[in-house]
């Protein structure tokens, strides 16, 4: 059942006119799914709702920013009450040292940081203190991983880039990508071999602790110490980019779930509560370095932005304080999705493998394991598509592209599970006709 889309359908067209693929970010044009996207009126709860009036359930959450939902009481009337006060002053205010303190209580590698206002600023700015606090040039990351849109770290990356299987970006000159290594997830060799062959030249590996832009990817046994073990022996800072599994995973991210101490920690999404909000803090050593203390130059006009401030005391303050309900009950209901939607994938001989770490998941459509991302990108991304465009018919909204995770947050309900659930059986029969 194809669902009424004339309105979304005119407000694309107007888009068109005026932004670049009618988006303003590319991965929401639904290129890698077919079809045309619906255009969201507004949210609640678990739900979207677009522009015609039809509902979804909604599991990617402002790619993961929404754990607690849309328009969660609390952070509305906080960023109501801010707004009172005016957006922005471009001046210090108190609640930035309130929501730092309780981002260090979460995070303990975190002896200071600095808020941004995308996860983009985090990451980039992050590398240029591990450069300048090293005194060295070269950069790895890994295939699939994203860290945003800065031009080093366009390489080889995940997310956007790999749903539309381009290498990197246009516009990158060779000199900079040059200084990116990037090398396959999950494999120590690799960086014992990177860093053999740069000794002394490399300044940081950036990493998602889970993988999330490659698809849902977790760490091997061992990895993450292993990568830690090498960076503190080779002098290398390591970043943990947790934009996506900070507060997610676990209140304390990855790093927290793992037990790996990182030297910096990148941060966005959940930290905002959905607003324009982001951080990069670790080694108070390090982050010294920056202006107005040390030589590395680093602002932002909106950086700690009153509104985003509220927005994220809220959502992380009510995270911190139901811990021990709210971590439960998404590891619950992710359980419950992730497995009885590959049941029927199972039931329906669909090749799946399923992914998952807490409240990110991912159903591959290929045969496991799925260890990295040559092997993610051995899915049938037609499939994915068919997949996707059946759920989407029947109201359920997830990520648009293969190589996303999942998301779900605390307004989902067990009836929102079996619906789901109810949902991918019809689709499988989809998947299979092509
Ligand atoms: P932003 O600049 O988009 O705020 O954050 C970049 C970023 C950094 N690190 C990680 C681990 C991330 O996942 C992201 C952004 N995530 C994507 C979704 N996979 C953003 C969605 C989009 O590009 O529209």
């Known amino acids: 059942m194809s669902r009424q889309l004339t309105r ?16 303003d970010s590319p991965v929401r044009a639904f290129r890698a799914v077919g079809g045309e996207p619906p255009f969201v009126d507004r949210g609640e709860g678990a739900y979207l709702w677009d522009a015609d009036g039809n509902r979804y359930i909604d599991y990617f959450g402002s790619w993961g920013a929404m754990i607690l939902g849309h328009a969660f009481p609390a952070a509305v009337e906080a960023v109501q009450g801010a707004a009172a006060r005016s957006a922005s002053f471009g001046a210090s205010t108190g609640a930035e040292a309130d929501l730092a303190e309780l981002v260090v209580k979460a995070f303990p590698s975190i002896e200071k940081l600095r808020f941004v206002s995308s996860g983009t600023e985090a990451t980039m700015s992050a590398i240029r203190l591990a450069r300048a606090f090293t005194g060295r040039k070269y950069v790895v990351k890994f295939e699939g991983c994203y860290h945003g849109h800065s031009d080093g770290l366009l390489v080889k990356a995940g997310s956007g880039v790999a749903t539309f299987g381009i290498p990197g970006s246009a516009g990158v000159p060779e000199e900079i990508a040059h200084l990116t290594l990037a090398l396959p997830f999950n494999s120590v060799f690799a960086v014992e071999a990177a860093f053999a062959e ?16 490659a698809g849902c990817i977790p760490p091997a046994g061992g990895y993450l110490e292993a990568l830690r073990e090498i960076t503190a022996r080779e002098g290398a800072v390591l970043i943990l980019d947790e934009v996506m599994t900070g507060f997610r995973v676990a209140l304390g991210g990855a790093q927290e779930l793992y037990g790996v101490t990182p030297d910096m920690t990148t941060l966005g999404k959940i930290i905002g509560g959905g607003l324009p909000c982001a951080a ?52 619950r209901l992710s359980k ?22 807490g409240a990110m998941w991912t159903w591959f459509f290929t045969s496991g394991p799925v260890t990295d991302f040559a092997r993610a990108a051995t899915s ?8 996707h465009r059946a759920m989407l018919d029947q109201g359920v909204w997830l990520p648009p592209s293969q190589y996303e995770a999942v998301f779900l947050g605390t307004a989902h309900t067990m009836e929102d599970i079996q619906q789901t659930i109810a949902a991918a059986k019809e689709a499988f029969a989809a998947v299979l006709t092509a």
Not at 336 to 356: D, Q, S
Request: with cysteine; proline share 5%.
């Open 280 to 331: 990069f803090g670790g080694r108070a050593e390090i982050m010294d370095m920056l202006a107005p203390l040390g030589a590395v130059y680093q602002a932002g006009t909106l950086s700690g932005n009153p509104l985003a401030m509220a927005a994220g005391i809220a959502t992380v303050g009510y995270l911190m304080e139901h811990r021990d309900e709210v971590y439960p009950l998404i590891e």
């Open 336 to 357: 419950a999705v992730a497995e009885g939607v590959a049941a029927e994938a199972a039931k329906a001989g669909v090749p799946m493998t399923t992914n998952r770490v």
């Open 380 to 387: 049938d991304t037609a499939a994915f598509a068919r997949f």
């Open 198 to 213: 740069h000794k002394g030249e490399i300044a940081c590996v950036i990493v998602e602790p889970v993988v999330g832009n």
């Open 8 to 23: 979304s359908r005119v407000l694309q067209q107007r888009a068109e006119k005026l932004l670049p693929g009618g988006v």
